[in-house]
């Protein structure tokens, strides 16, 4: 596979699974001198770069990875570390198990764009990061399906804790957090009595994704991944079942599978095209994320 924009640099490209994102693997390059102009196109036609070899440092991925971004964002999850050295990097989710296809914050309206990933420990066994393209996805749909989703909006409806929603929103007002909702266009946010709260989010299933402005379905309509998620349509009745089982199945068909067996390779998605997933792991595999936006 060959793309003149890369010609005269150390590095092979080929393609990452049956998708359109590609594997980047040093020839001798290093991360540093690397230009990005050209990855950034590349990011932008396919939508997943997965790089290969590099031997990256943590230093050197942030420097690389940060380059994609006007801006950074974290979160105060507890299942998530912060890295005291390098301000933006922190832990995926921490666990042995499992994650089931997602995109990252893709339930508010505040979703990241872009997603990246750094391998720190290999894994002995799983912890295989798998994404799916959501322009493929959405083509690969049953018509009924797709129309469905293109025709009717849905609803994400999270329940956090106080400890929970004071850190994300950074105050322990709920009550300019629900004033402050209600200056987002489809969010409602309520205040339970046993002082919970819950968030109301009606948006469409189907949305442009950023680098490319094509349809996509790319959003947290699989179950299993968020603690306090349900998806609904907007009325607030239940997806049907045999829509929420055909696209699980067509993600998990389309999906490719980044293995993390070597320190110092990473990863940088376009969060709002792909979703990705996590097989079970053996506990000893170690991977940061680094996350933000483009505008």
Not at 131 to 153: I, N
Request: charged residues 25%; aromatic residues 8%; hydrophobic residues 35%.
């Amino acid at each position: 596979m060959n793309d003149p924009r890369l010609e005269g640099l150390a590095v092979s490209l080929e393609q990452f699974g049956n998708g359109p994102g590609v594997v980047v693997t040093s020839q001798g390059a290093k991360v540093r001198e690397l230009p990005i102009r050209p990855f950034k196109e590349l990011l932008q036609e396919r939508g997943a770069l997965v790089f290969r070899g590099f031997d990256a440092s943590k230093s050197d991925f942030v420097g690389f990875a940060r380059l994609f971004m006007k801006q950074v964002k974290t979160t105060p999850e507890v299942r998530r570390r912060r890295d005291k050295l390098h301000p933006g990097l922190q832990t995926a989710l921490l666990g042995n198990e499992g994650l089931n296809f997602h995109a990252d914050f893709a339930q508010v309206p505040q979703r990241t764009h872009i997603i990246s990933f750094y391998c720190a420990v290999p894994a002995q066994w799983g912890g295989e990061t798998l994404v799916t393209d959501g322009e493929e996805l959405l083509r690969a749909l049953s018509p009924s399906t797709r129309e469905a989703l293109r025709t009717r909006r849905i609803r994400h409806s999270t329940t956090l804790d106080r400890a929970n929603w004071s850190a994300f929103s950074g105050t322990q007002d709920a009550t300019e957090i629900v004033r402050q909702a209600r200056e987002v266009p489809g969010l409602e946010c309520v205040h339970n009595p046993d002082d919970t709260l819950t968030t109301h989010w009606v948006t469409s299933a189907v949305t442009p994704s950023v680098l490319r402005s094509e349809p996509c379905l790319c959003t947290n309509i699989f179950p299993g991944v968020y603690n306090g998620l349900v998806t609904t349509w907007e009325d607030g009745s239940p997806i049907p079942r045999e829509i929420t089982d055909e696209i699980q199945q067509k993600a998990a068909e389309l999906s490719a599978r980044i293995v993390w067996n070597r320190a110092g390779d990473f990863a940088i998605v376009d969060n709002t095209r792909y979703v990705h997933a996590r097989t079970q792991q053996d506990g000893i595999r170690v991977i940061f994320t680094m996350q933000g936006y483009v505008t």
